[in-house]
């Protein structure tokens, strides 16, 4: 069964620091991966994906993300984290264009001044 | 990027009554749906998936009688939360992929602003 792991609840950064949200998958085949950002009651915002080609998929706001075959991992990263950025990340999987998507139980990024 | 809107984005009712929440694609056509529930502080959960001139296929736990779906056109699809209880109270999302590739995002899906519901 597909199914996708975020570790940590929570992660927080000072202003300025890289920051990393981490992300697992299990799913069989080839996965079609996402990250999405959840700002309080409002809707998902994607980010970015991978389908397939290049590992490292840059997205939205500076937002950048590994695909990791051997580690079933997809990583989100940023080089320089905003206090704009803080928020609720979701990381998500697919098996195929279209279907459904399953989540992670999502991480609270927060981001100090 | 392609734009999904959901109405009501708030609504408050009695319990026993029905409430009614409808997604609609804004600038392209989506023969499917899906419906999704958040709970706070937790993640989406996919309800059912609602497709274009057919039954809606539900989650297993998902009462289809209580949550009923019905995508009338490839621009719209509603979900009506019938004799709705206070254990229903909880955010509801839909997202829609497009179904012709617009901005080349055939394979993304696009979420709607979400729809809270209170049952008091």
């Known amino acids: 069964a597909q199914s996708v792991a975020q570790p940590e609840d929570q992660v927080n950064v000072a202003e300025g620091n890289p920051l990393t949200v981490k992300c697992t998958y299990s799913v069989s085949g080839n996965p079609y991966l996402f990250w999405y950002v959840q700002y309080p009651n409002r809707g998902l915002q994607f980010l970015l994906k991978?389908?397939?080609?290049?590992?490292l998929v840059k997205g939205s706001y500076g937002f950048e993300a590994e695909f990791n075959k051997s580690q079933t991992s997809f990583h989100l990263k940023k080089p320089s984290a905003l206090v704009s950025d803080s928020a609720l990340y979701f990381c998500?999987?697919?098996?195929?264009?279209?279907?459904?998507?399953?989540f992670g139980k999502g991480t609270t990024l927060s981001v100090s001044s | 990027g392609a734009v999904v809107s959901q109405h009501p984005s708030w609504v408050i009712c009695k319990s026993g009554t029905s409430v009614k929440i409808e997604c609609r694609s804004l600038d392209f056509q989506a023969t499917t749906m899906f419906w999704y529930r958040q709970f706070p502080k937790q993640s989406l959960m996919l309800m059912a998936t609602s497709n274009e001139g057919s039954k809606a296929t539900y989650e297993q736990g998902v009462e289809k009688d209580k949550f009923l779906i019905n995508h009338a056109s490839l621009t719209l699809s509603t979900l009506t939360v019938t004799s709705a209880h206070p254990e229903d109270s909880s955010f509801y999302i839909c997202s829609a992929p497009p179904q012709q590739r617009i901005f080349s995002e055939l394979d993304t899906q696009y979420f709607g602003p979400g729809t809270r519901l209170l049952v008091l």
């Open positions: 991978y389908i397939t080609g290049d590992n």
């Open positions: 998500a999987v697919s098996y195929q264009a279209g279907t459904a998507l399953i």
